[in-house]
């Protein structure tokens, strides 16, 4: 992966930020809002699933949890654009993810996470407090959002019903 200069300081892209989202509800096979190396490794298959799923949990599960809630995955994706990846490089990998490809180390990444382990405040922490801010404002509308359509589809059904 090269580096690029073009809009390092500005945050993912609505865009990526949804590609991200979806590709964390693949990972999440069970539903339960985390991402789990059982499910993982069903992801991936055959495709080296236990290193992809070793490589993928050494880089993103921060806690050290066992499980990658949406926040550290977010967080994640976030940091790499912190380091220099550019949103074309960004999207190419999460594509590679969405089609089951194995899971690419970032090298910067890995150094900034080495470095943030022996800082006093720690900027991976902060990103995923962030991050669980966005989602918080983020959830409740996407619930909000399948209520609405829910209700607009019973509605229609029903109207559909007294004109027979």
Known sequence: MGCTTAKINEP???RLRHKASEIFKKLDIKGNGTIDKEGTEQF????????NTEALFEAVD???SGDITEEEWMAF?????????SEEEINLELDELMDGKAWVQFKRVDRFLKIDEKRRGSRVKSIVQEEKKKLSI???ARLQKSKTMENEGHDMQQE?????
């Open 160 to 164: 559909n019903q007294q004109e027979s």
């Open 138 to 140: 983020i959830q409740p």
């Open 77 to 85: 994706w976030e940091i790499v654009k912190e380091n220099g990846y």
């Open 12 to 14: 993912l892209s609505q």
């Open 62 to 64: 921060f806690d050290k």
């Open 44 to 51: 991936w298959k055959s495709n080296f699933a236990k290193l």
